[in-house]
């Protein structure tokens, strides 16, 4: 069973830069799509991206568009979310899962199983 595990979280100031990891310890994601979801306190779990499971093609919400960019390295069996231009809008845990399939077919956290942990992601002044 796949068992993702984030990292890379951590405090920084608005405009600054953090880069997630996620990868799945004993498994692999190479064969899945992976998204990336946030979730504030007091909120919902949203979608932040997702990316195929070649890396060839992205989804991402119109939040982060610009901002964010998520990829890949299947020899390392990690897949990563670079953030950039941070808001303080942007804190929350950050969380990654893999779907069943190769191809990204949502953000809606429903359609993914295998979640992570999280990650906390702070951004204040």
């Known amino acids: 069973q796949l068992r993702p595990v984030e990292s890379g979280g951590g405090s920084v100031q608005p405009g600054g830069s953090l880069r997630l990891s996620c990868a799945a310890p004993?498994?692999?994601?190479?064969?899945?799509?992976v998204g990336w979801f946030r979730q504030a306190p007091g909120k919902a779990r949203e979608g932040v991206v997702c990316?195929?499971?070649?890396?060839?093609?992205?989804m991402y919400d119109d939040s982060v568009k610009g901002r964010f960019t998520a990829s890949r390295d299947n020899a390392k069996k990690t897949v990563y979310l670079q953030m950039n231009s941070l808001k303080v809008e942007d804190t929350g845990i950050y969380y990654c899962?893999?779907?069943?399939?190769?191809?990204?077919?949502?953000?809606?956290?429903?359609?993914?199983?295998?979640w992570g942990q999280g990650t906390q992601v702070t951004v204040s002044s």
């Open positions: 899962a893999a779907d069943r399939y190769k191809a990204c077919r949502t953000i809606d956290r429903r359609a993914y199983s295998s």
């Open positions: 990316i195929s499971s070649s890396g060839d093609s992205t």
């Open positions: 004993g498994s692999t994601l190479d064969n899945f799509a």
